[in-house]
């Protein structure tokens, strides 16, 4: 697979690149209904003899587009959106550079520039999905600004029990720490990226040492809670048991900083500075205070054995 970063304005002409089935979309997460879209698209492409395209935007659009200081909570990074949208037999990744002069472009614009001008044939989207200065551009106008280059496809809202599928929708499920649910619409349990920093090192001495995840930034985190944990160390997957939340026990509420620690099992190797991957399985039960430190070990012992039972599972 091939990916492109294109700045406005690009320098890229038709002759750059062979005729495209091109999914529109931003793809936070490329989640199940992100899929539908690319599979049309894929679909589109295999049945026509053409190569298959995804066109995506860094960053979000809220944070040119908002006239407040905006923190996206993305679902995945770029890179991680580049891998999944891999996995899935795409020919050609599109990565435009969302820019206040980008989001000025009269609808025509973009479409003469970023879809014809890349010898775009075919055009898929979400039934949702605008694009244009002030989002004036639909899916209901684009065969009128495609000047008969190229044809469309409007995908519909896809669902699960009556709700859109959506990254919003993603979004709360794991701010409430429902990560079972929001696995079964993104297709895959979520999955965050971070590296391994010294901590306070008070899991060691109570017999269950942690990594510390100094996570990615902008990267959502799911609730405080303990959950049970895959942790991805030098390509292996290991089980374990995550801590997310302010360590009520040990820390003044006014000066605690969010952390993430994971303990694995069967595992006793030093990985400080090792980039990792977290898999969110299922949350155990949500953060809380203890009444001291042999209390706070009961606790966890149990947590175990139900994390334990979780993997088994």
């Known amino acids: 697979m091939k990916v492109f970063t294109l700045r406005h ?21 490329v989640h199940l209904g992100h899929q539908k879209v690319i599979g049309a698209a894929l679909n589109y492409a295999k049945e026509n003899g053409v190569k298959s395209a995804v066109m995506t935007f860094d960053p979000h659009p809220s944070v040119v587009l908002s006239s407040k200081k905006s923190s996206v909570q993305y679902l995945s990074t770029l890179e991680q959106k580049i891998s999944k949208i891999e996995a899935l037999g795409v020919d050609y990744v599109l990565v435009v550079r969302f820019t206040s002069a980008f989001a000025s472009l009269e609808p025509q614009e973009f479409v003469d520039q970023y879809l014809i001008g890349l010898n775009a044939v075919h055009i898929t989207a979400g039934f949702d999905y605008s694009y244009g200065k002030f989002g004036r551009g639909k899916m ?29 929708r993603i979004r709360e499920l794991l701010s409430k720490g429902e990560t079972n649910k929001a696995a079964a619409l993104l297709g895959t349990h979520y999955e965050t990226e971070g590296l391994v920093v010294h901590g306070e090192k008070r899991g060691r001495k109570i017999g269950f040492p942690t990594a510390n995840i100094d996570t990615r930034d902008g990267l959502l985190i799911p609730s405080p809670g303990v959950y049970a944990v895959k942790l991805k160390v030098n390509d ?36 400080y500075g090792e980039h990792v991957l977290v898999k969110w399985l299922d949350r155990i039960r949500s953060e809380k205070k203890f009444n001291g430190v042999d209390e706070l070990v009961a606790q966890i012992e149990k947590d175990k054995e139900k994390a334990l039972s979780i993997h088994r599972a």
């Open 9 to 29: 304005p690009h320098e890229m002409s038709q002759n750059d690149f062979p005729p495209l089935s091109i999914a529109l979309g931003f793809f936070d997460g």
């Open 140 to 168: 209901e106008t684009l065969p009128f600004h495609a000047r008969g280059k190229f044809t469309s496809t409007t995908v519909e809202k896809q669902t699960d029990e009556h709700e859109k599928i959506s990254s919003t």
């Open 236 to 271: 292996t997957w290991h089980d374990g048991i995550c801590n997310v939340g302010y360590k009520p026990t040990f820390n003044n509420p006014d000066h605690a900083q969010l952390s993430v620690e994971v303990h694995l099992f069967s595992f006793d190797e030093s990985i």
